[in-house]
Structure formats: structure tokens, C-alpha cells
């Protein structure tokens, strides 16, 4: 038997590290990497509430989110492959000439 | 100290470990396989907590079909590890902080709104999971049957769309 | 209607096309003048004329078949305020149509006259395209002057007062940038300007008098003025006295009486036509006509009438002393007109209304005739001087010239070649033209002898009317009349033989030429007129038709039989006078550059004649030059240099200079809103450069800061 607050703190402790990997890391592709841990954090929370309330939407919406994250990850690499090719480079602190 | 605890805590330990070697490690490669590793582990908690279907989706589109997509961009664009920089000097230490406290206040938050004291078991092996299963499918395609569909032409956008984003262009051609 | 029954009962229907006619004329010529030649709109002109003289006619048979009853013809609702009911009605009775007979008849052979006339005229001025804008003048004038007779009331009356004043104006002052010998200069204008201010003078009492009939008699319309004054003359007799004395105001001004006859000699600058339509004929014996038509006012207070026919008298004889001393052809009969319009303003001042008026119409005859006639004259002399410049024209550039452009080649070779200006209305140039101008002279010999009252010519009879009318009341008035009469016949005497006998003292006399027949037609005319006018009211039992027809409007009037003692008296007087004047003039002819051969035995009579007796001079000592002191203190002093300079410029402007630059500008808009203005958009500047850096192009800075909102949030949600 394991508290549903274990769950959620696992939940949180994921989330945190992808947030922190999105902030710390410099290459796109670790930091969308990172953005899928955080996607997956959440879904370990909604499973864990899914199971508490005996209820599926919870386990649906994850289903979704797969859905969605695989959507993400094909447009996204699309796009950083598009950059790289325009750029030589895929440095994303070199991205930086929208300032003001 | 129950034996579900035990494995729930080693898992977590692991899923935590690979998280961390994910954000951590030098190597774009060395970070997917990272990355592969927490996702096997979710997936496990996933069929503790009675999910097997997610579970599996998870090893399938996570594990499977992402990643390989992931890993096969960090070859095909050679982006393993870039080259160090000292820009922002600032980022990391206040990322730092800022992240301890995004956990305590989101750990605390998820704990004292959803009020939970209950506790989850392990699902009943003896039980048929096919059931689960016919009901999960009931309520996706009664209640959900919208969303699910909005979800395929979803899909097909993306699908366009990386294809028209990489295209090649033939020369003199726009 | 009819003709028949219009035959039976009257036209008094036409009566509004005694104005519309000359309207219509004026009207045609004014839109389509341009396309129009010369002769084209002289005919339409003159037509409108013509048939405002046919109207005439109709209208004065009219009234005979109706036994002299007075008409009103209602045209037009004019002016309802209150209790003043005040419509556009013309009157026909005996005395407006005699007037209306004058006036379009004078008129119409005036306007025949005046195309032979201008048709030079404008080609000496130079100006030819004047033509047609005099004659709409002309007609404008006889549209006034109609509307002046046939008034039904002092208000119509006064409109026609006043329109024939402006057309006056506007004809004085016609070649307007030139002086009478057609040198650029203001001097017409200032004549036409004297004219019509000394008019104001006159009409300002004649206002005067309108209101004064108002506020006591209570209507403007003139039988019913009639009928409210003997009320009035009984309870209040300063009221009518104060009217009628006025009103003499408004006849001094408009008939050129003692002391505002000045701008009669000056209104000469007009072209030759206008001085006898206006300035002798009709326009100015408004004022005798303005006397005659309010007869039953002046019957009530005797001594208005005194005072009148002093003025009349007074005029007649001083008129008549500055004319002995003038030297220009017209400014003689200017002065002679003021002379003889004395001599009527002191018949109806007697109460001799018949014989005003006769004197009137033989005048409007015999003076329209002198002055066409001296129009004649001096176009004659204008002619032989060109003709002159053309021969020195012809000798200083050879035969090749000749051809081409006569006239325009002669009138530069004279602007060059004399600087001295030649003067061809000045009797001093003339002399011998009975010689050159035949018909002229004999037309002129007519009017001379009319004028002058020599038996049987018009002026004979209606003066000696005046005269006996005199000698019966008033002794004083008929000594004063009796020496004008003298004195006329001596001044015209001495005219005669100055232009049309002796030698020539100009060279331009000596080639004078006679004027077309267009010209000398109509004054043919009217020396038939002046020759028989008499015949309108002998002074013979039976013969007294104007006093009968004018009767049926003034109250039958007793005809006087002729006095022999007073026409022995006045002809014997006129002849000798004639005489006198040939003993000075002719016999032995002036000759050129000599003096006037009265000025020695008269020594310092003569120069205050010829100088006008300095009446200019003393009007402009007394009145104007004080007048223009005060207008210069006014607009100098008081005006730019207290009201402008101080009020406007240093206390207005300046106190609103310094509120608006120092207080509002400086201070408030400067210092306050600009200033507060100024901050906020530093401040936002600063603000945004600060903020700017934040936007530093880094996405990994926006995600901590997407961070950081979320940990603010969740700490939000916490510590709610």
C-alpha cells in the first residue's frame, strides 16, 4: 500500500527536474527532452488521481497527452532540423537576435 | 514497511536518477537513453497503479516511437554536445533556486488541495484487466468520442507539417 | 381692356410703364449692350424714352377727359407697419403729367441728342467702350425721375428724390478719372462727390420734414397729409412751419438754392447732355415741383412762404452776378440755371404756382436748348482742334500717314506737341463761330432771346408772370427779380458775342465744324418749343391753359391779365441790357490774351464775380476745413493714437501678450502641462530602456521568467 502523496511528490520531483533541464541546458533537443519529462510528470499525477477516484478520465487524458506530445515531438523536430539547416548550428543562446 | 512500498520507492529512486542523469549528462545521446530509462520506469508505475493500457502506450509511443525519433535527429544533425559558452552567467544558480521552490510549493500544493490520506494497492493480479480495459474504451468512445477524433486530424496536421517544414527545395524553385 | 373704352375712360392702367419703360430699356442695354452698336443702343435707349413720353401722353389725355380728376393707379403693397399703410401707388393728375410731359419729352430728344454727342465724346476721352453705360444711366435717370412725379406719397416721392440724385452722381462724375479736359486727374469725381454730399445736406431735411409728418400728421401719402395739416397749422403752427422750412432744406439742395447751390456749376464736369437733362431740365426743378405739389402745406403758414421766396429770389439775383463773371460756355448757364430756378422757387414761395410751374416748362425748353447747344459748340471747337492737330500732325510726318488712324494719330500728336492744354468751353478760345457753325448759332440765338425774355419767345411770358405775380405782393422779391432778369439778359448778351461774333482767338475756332444732324435735329425741337412754349398760358382772358389744367390739382387760380407796365418794364430792362452788353462785347470784340473788358470800371465787383464771390472758399473756411481738423483729431488723436495705439495696442494686446506669454505660456504651458507632458515621456523612455534589456533574445531568459510567474503564482495560491 503506497500513499497517493507519494505519487504526487514523485510526481512534483519529476516536473521540477524537467523545469530545471528546460532552464539549465543549452541544447533545443535536451530541452525537449526535458519538456517531455515535465509532460510525463503530469501524467504520472493524473494516473495517481485516476487510481485514487477509481474514475478513467484521468487515464483518457493521459491518453490524449500522448497523442498530443507525439504531434509535438514530430512538428518540433521538424523544426529543428529546418534551423539547423538554415543556421550550421543548433546553439540555442545563438538564437537570440529578436531583442530589444 | 510493505513490499509495494519497497518497490515503489526503488522505482522511484530510479526514475528520479535517470531524470536527473537526463538534465545532467554531456551527451545528447547519453540524455535520451536517460530519458528511455525514466520513461520504462513511469511505465511501470503506470501498471501499478492499474493503468495497463498507458503503460503500454507509454512504452510503444514514448519509449518506442519518440525517442527513436529523438535519437535519430542527434545523430542525423551530429548536435551530441555543443561547444561550452559563458552566456548568462546567472541562469543556472537562480534556476536552481527557483526550482527548489517551484517543488515545495507544488508538492505542498498537490497534497493539501487534493486532500489525500488514502492509500493505492497494487491492482488484484486475479482480477480480468480486459474489463478494465472495455470500459476505458466505453468511456473513450461514447464520452470522448469528439476529442479522439479531433485528436486524429490533430495528428495529420503534424504530419503534414513536419514533411512540408523539411522539404527539400529544388533549386529555382521557391 | 379695350381700346375703345381705354379711348372713353382713361390709360391710367399704363401709368407703372412710365418707370417700367425706361427700366426695360436700361435693362435690354445692360445684357446685351455689348453685341449692340453704337447707333442700336442709342435707338433702344432712346425708345424706352419715347415711350415713356407716349405713356405721357396717354396718361395727360386721360386726365383731360376726366376733367382734371386725380387718379391713383395702386401697383404695389409696399410698406404695412402699424398703422402706416404705405403702398406703391402712382398719381396722375394735371400737375404729374406735366411734369411726366417734361421729362420724357425733354428727355427723349435729349437721348436723340446724346447719340450724335457721345459717339464723339467717348472718341476724344478715348473711352468708347462708355457709350453704352451712359445711356443705362440715362434711362436710369428717367426711370427715377418718373418714379419722382408720379409718386403718391412722400416716401415714393423721396425714392425717386434719391435715385435721381444718384444717377446725378453717377453721371457728374462719368468720365470719373479725368477732369473736364480730360486730364487724369480726380476732379470729376470730386464734383460728383460735392454734388451728391451738398445733396445730402438738402435730403437730410428733407427727412427731417418726413418724419416731422409723420409723428404729427400721421401718414406720408398726400391727400391725407393735405387733410391733416390745416388741423395741425391751427393747434400747433411751428409744426408746418417747421415741415415747410425743412423741406426748403431739401429744395435748396436739390434745386441748387441759396446755400446749397454750389455743386450745380461743378456738376458741369458731366458730358454735356447730362447738364441739360439733369443739371437745367428736370432733375433739378424737383425742388419746384416738391413746393408745387405740397401747395396746400405752404398756403397754411405765410411765413414759410416769405422765406421761400426770399431764397428764390436771393439765388436768382446772385446766380445771375456770378454768371457775368464766368468765362466757361457752361459754367454761364450753370449759374444762369441757378438763376432762373430762383426765379421759380420764388413763384411758388409767393403762391404763384402756375407760373412756377409754366416758368418750369418754358425753362426745361429754352435751357435744354442753350445747353445742347453749347454741347454743339464746344464739339464744334473740339472738332476744329483736331482737325488743327491733324494738319500739324500731317506736316511733322509727311503725306504716308495720312491714312491710317486719323483720329487716334491726332490726339497723340496734340498730347505731345502742345503742352498747353486746350480748353474748347472756355468763351476766351471762341469768337466768329456764327461763321462755322450756322445752325448752331441760330439754335443758340433762340434760346438766347428766351432766356433773356424778349417778346414773343417763351421765356418773355412765363417770366413776366413771375414778375407780375411779384410786383403784386411781394416788392422786395420783384426789385431783387427784376435786376436777375437785367442781368441774365446782360450775361447772355455778353455770351453770345463772345463765342458767336467778332473774330476767332483760337485756332481752333477758326476750324470749328458744325454738328450732324442727330444732334441738331432735336434741338431744332426745342427751339420750336422755346419759341412757342409761350403759348401753353398767354396772359390774355381765355388763354390761360396751364393755369386751368393745373387747376384741376392746385384750386383754380385767377389768371392775370398782362400788365404792360410790368413786361414795358422787364423788356425795355432786357433790351437795354442786350444793348449794354454789345457795347462791351461787340463792338469791340475781345481779342486774345485781352481781360474782360468790365474788370477795370467794376475793379474788385468783377473778381468777386468771376471768383464766385468766393462761396467755395468761404464754405471750405468755415465748414470744411474746421470739419477736416476735427476728422484729423478724431482719427489721429482719438482714434490711432488713443483708442489704437493706447487702448487696443498697450492695454488690450499688451495685457493679453503678457497673460498669454508669461502667465499661460511660461508658466502654465511651459512649466506646468509641458512639463508634465515632457516627464511622462522621459519617464516612459527610461522605463523602457530599462525594460528593454529584459527582452534580451535568449529563450532560456524567458523561460526563468515564465518560471519564476509560476513559482509567484503557486506562492500566490498558497498564501491566499
Known amino acids: 500500500m503506497v500513499p497517493v502523496d507519494y505519487y504526487i511528490i514523485l510526481s512534483a520531483v519529476l516536473f521540477t527536474i524537467g523545469a530545471l533541464g528546460v532552464l539549465i541546458r543549452r541544447n533545443p533537443l535536451i530541452i525537449f527532452m526535458s519538456i517531455e519529462l515535465m509532460l510525463n510528470a503530469a501524467n504520472l499525477a493524473f494516473v495517481a488521481f485516476s487510481r485514487m477516484y477509481d474514475s478513467f478520465n484521468g487515464q483518457i487524458f493521459v491518453f490524449f497527452v500522448i497523442a498530443v506530445a507525439a504531434a509535438e515531438v514530430a512538428v518540433g523536430l521538424a523544426l529543428i532540423v529546418e534551423i539547423f539547416k538554415t543556421k550550421k548550428n543548433i546553439n540555442i543562446d545563438e538564437m537570440n537576435s529578436l531583442k530589444g | ?174 | 381692356m379695350h381700346l375703345s373704352e381705354a379711348v372713353n375712360s382713361g390709360f391710367f392702367y399704363l401709368a407703372p410703364w412710365l418707370v417700367f419703360a425706361p427700366i426695360t430699356g436700361l435693362l435690354i442695354n445692360l445684357i446685351f449692350g455689348k453685341y449692340f452698336s453704337e447707333k442700336m443702343v442709342g435707338t433702344v435707349a432712346s425708345l424706352a424714352s419715347g415711350a415713356a413720353f407716349v405713356v405721357s401722353v396717354l396718361l395727360a389725355y386721360s386726365v383731360s377727359i376726366n376733367h382734371g380728376e386725380m387718379m391713383s393707379v395702386p401697383f404695389a403693397q409696399w410698406i404695412h407697419i402699424g398703422t402706416l399703410q404705405l403702398d406703391w401707388t402712382f398719381r396722375v393728375d394735371s400737375l404729374s403729367a406735366t411734369m411726366m410731359l417734361v421729362v420724357s419729352g425733354v428727355g427723349t430728344l435729349i437721348h436723340i441728342y446724346a447719340i450724335g454727342y457721345m459717339h464723339e465724346d467717348v472718341r476724344f476721352k478715348k473711352e468708347e467702350g462708355r457709350f453704352t453705360r451712359f445711356f443705362i444711366f440715362l434711362n436710369l435717370f428717367i426711370a427715377a425721375m418718373m418714379i419722382l412725379v408720379s409718386g403718391d406719397s412722400y416716401m415714393m416721392l423721396f425714392v425717386g428724390w434719391e435715385g435721381v440724385g444718384l444717377c446725378s452722381f453717377l453721371l457728374i462724375g462719368f468720365w470719373y478719372e479725368m477732369d473736364t479736359l480730360a486730364r487724369p486727374s480726380w476732379a470729376n469725381s470730386n464734383a460728383a462727390k460735392k454734388a451728391f454730399i451738398t445733396n445730402r445736406v438738402g435730403d437730410f431735411g428733407f427727412l427731417i420734414a418726413g418724419f416731422l409728418m409723420f409723428w404729427y400728421l400721421g401718414s406720408f401719402q398726400f391727400d391725407e397729409v393735405f387733410k391733416a395739416a390745416p388741423e395741425i397749422a391751427h393747434s400747433a403752427p411751428w409744426v408746418i412751419v417747421a415741415i415747410t422750412l425743412f423741406m426748403l432744406v431739401g429744395v435748396a439742395g436739390k434745386s441748387a438754392q441759396i446755400p446749397l447751390y454750389i455743386w450745380l456749376p461743378d456738376a458741369m464736369a458731366g458730358p454735356t447732355p447730362v447738364s441739360a437733362l439733369i443739371h437745367a431740365a428736370t432733375m433739378v426743378t424737383a425742388g419746384v415741383y416738391l413746393v408745387t405739389r405740397s401747395a396746400p402745406i405752404y398756403s397754411l403758414v405765410p411765413e414759410a412762404q416769405y422765406i421761400v421766396a426770399m431764397v428764390g429770389a436771393g439765388t436768382a439775383l446772385f446766380a445771375a452776378t456770378i454768371a457775368v463773371g464766368q468765362y466757361d460756355i457752361k459754367k454761364v448757364l450753370a449759374y444762369s440755371t441757378i438763376s432762373q430756378l430762383g426765379f421759380m422757387v420764388a413763384a411758388v414761395g409767393m403762391g404763384a404756382y402756375v407760373a412756377g410751374m409754366f416758368h418750369l416748362i418754358t425753362h426745361a425748353f429754352f435751357k435744354a436748348l442753350l445747353f445742347l447747344s453749347a454741347g454743339s459748340v464746344i464739339l464744334g471747337m473740339e472738332r476744329g482742334h483736331h482737325h488743327l492737330a491733324h494738319h500739324v500732325a500731317h506736316d511733322d510726318h509727311g503725306k504716308g500717314k495720312k491714312k491710317e488712324g486719323k483720329k487716334e494719330e491726332h490726339g497723340h500728336g496734340h498730347d505731345e506737341e502742345h503742352s498747353e492744354v486746350f480748353d474748347p468751353g472756355d468763351m476766351r478760345n471762341m469768337g466768329g463761330l456764327r461763321k462755322t457753325m450756322p445752325v448752331t448759332f441760330w439754335l443758340y440765338m433762340i434760346g438766347t432771346l428766351a432766356l433773356a425774355g424778349i417778346f414773343p419767345f417763351a421765356g418773355f411770358w412765363s417770366k413776366d408772370e413771375i414778375l407780375l405775380d411779384a410786383s403784386l405782393h411781394f416788392t422786395s422779391v420783384y426789385g431783387q427779380l427784376t435786376l436777375a432778369a437785367f442781368l441774365t439778359a446782360f450775361y447772355m448778351g455778353r455770351q453770345v458775342w463772345m463765342v458767336f461774333f467778332g473774330k476767332p482767338r483760337h485756332d481752333a475756332a477758326a476750324h470749328a465744324e458744325e454738328s450732324p444732324k442727330v444732334m441738331t435735329v432735336p434741338l431744332m425741337v426745342l427751339a420750336a418749343l422755346s419759341v412757342l412754349g409761350g403759348a401753353l398760358n398767354l396772359p390774355f382772358e381765355g388763354f390761360h391753359n396751364l393755369g386751368h389744367w393745373l387747376g384741376h390739382t392746385l384750386g383754380e387760380a385767377e389768371g392775370l391779365p398782362l400788365d404792360l407796365k410790368v413786361a414795358g418794364i422787364s423788356t425795355v430792362l432786357a433790351l437795354s441790357a442786350i444793348t449794354l452788353s454789345w457795347f462791351i462785347y461787340g463792338r469791340n470784340p475781345l481779342k486774345a490774351n485781352q481781360p474782360d473788358p468790365l474788370k477795370k470800371p467794376l475793379g474788385f465787383i468783377f473778381t468777386g464775380m468771376e471768383n464766385k464771390w468766393f462761396v467755395d472758399e468761404g464754405y471750405f473756411a468755415v465748414i470744411i476745413n474746421p470739419f477736416k481738423k476735427a476728422s484729423q483729431f478724431l482719427a489721429d488723436v482719438i482714434d490711432w493714437r488713443f483708442w489704437h495705439d493706447f487702448v487696443h495696442d498697450t492695454v488690450i494686446a499688451g495685457t493679453y501678450n503678457w497673460l498669454s506669454d508669461t502667465a499661460l505660456n511660461t508658466y502654465a504651458d511651459q512649466k506646468g502641462i509641458d512639463a508634465l507632458a515632457n516627464w511622462l515621456g522621459d519617464a516612459t523612455q527610461s522605463v523602457s530602456a530599462t525594460l528593454r534589456k529584459v527582452q534580451n533574445g535568449f529563450v532560456r531568459s524567458y523561460a526563468l521568467s515564465v518560471m519564476l510567474g509560476v513559482v509567484l503564482i503557486l506562492g500566490y495560491l498558497i498564501f491566499k
Do not use: C
Open chain 2, 1 to 174: 514497511m510493505t513490499s509495494e512500498l519497497i518497490v515503489f520507492l526503488v522505482l522511484s529512486l530510479a526514475a528520479v536518477a535517470a531524470a536527473f542523469g537526463m538534465v545532467s549528462s554531456r551527451n545528447a545521446v547519453y540524455s535520451a537513453l536517460f530519458l528511455v530509462l525514466n520513461f520504462v520506469t513511469v511505465a511501470i508505475f503506470y501498471l501499478l497503479l492499474g493503468a495497463p493500457f498507458i503503460a503500454m502506450s507509454q512504452i510503444t509511443v514514448y519509449a518506442g516511437a519518440i525517442m527513436v525519433l529523438f535519437l535519430f535527429v542527434i545523430m542525423l544533425l551530429g548536435a551530441e554536445a555543443l561547444a561550452p559558452t559563458n552566456v548568462l552567467p546567472w541562469q543556472r544558480p537562480l534556476a536552481f533556486s527557483l526550482a527548489v521552490v517551484l517543488l515545495i510549493e507544488s508538492a505542498y500544493l498537490l497534497i493539501s488541495r487534493a486532500q489525500t490520506n488514502a492509500l493505492i494497492s497494487a491492482p488484484d493480479i486475479t482480477v480480468n484487466s480486459m474489463d478494465n480495459l472495455r470500459d476505458m474504451a466505453m468511456t473513450l468512445f461514447h464520452q470522448f468520442l469528439l476529442p479522439f477524433e479531433v485528436t486524429s486530424i490533430l495528428l495529420l496536421v503534424a504530419m503534414v507539417g513536419a514533411i512540408v517544414l523539411t522539404k527539400r527545395e529544388k533549386a529555382g524553385q521557391k
